[in-house]
């Protein structure tokens, strides 16, 4: 049974930060570029972070410089580091397959990040 199971959100500061995991089951993410995505309120999905098969990283321009993908095929996780946190990053973050190479998977409960003093 595929499952991609997010967690590590939380509320933090402005200029704070975060690791989010992403567990995935059913599947090996290996073969599979994969992405974090991101959705705030009134707001649709959006694509933040992706990595290839092979490890090359992409961000979207919002969170270049400030966000690391990355990913450990052993344990068949997914992370997301996040660093110099703003408010604008506030959104729910999901995990699954880069919807740009490959179809998407049923998404999962996703993880809150809340910044906020």
């Known amino acids: 049974q595929v499952q991609l199971v997010e967690s590590g959100g939380g509320l933090v500061q402005p200029g704070g930060s975060l690791r989010l995991s992403c567990a995935v089951s059913?599947?090996?993410?290996?073969?599979?570029?994969m992405s974090w995505y991101r959705q705030a309120p009134g707001k649709e999905r959006e694509s933040v972070a992706a990595i290839s098969r092979i490890g090359a990283t992409n961000y979207a321009d919002s969170v270049k410089g400030r966000f690391a993908i990355s990913r450990d095929y052993n344990k068949n996780t997914v992370y997301l580091q996040m660093n110099s946190l703003k408010r604008e990053d506030t959104a729910v973050y999901y995990c699954?397959?880069?919807?740009?190479?490959?179809?998407?998977?049923?998404w999962g409960q996703g993880t809150q990040v809340t910044i906020s003093s």
């Open positions: 699954n397959r880069d919807r740009a190479k490959h179809t998407v998977l049923p």
């Open positions: 059913g599947f090996s993410a290996g073969n599979f570029a």
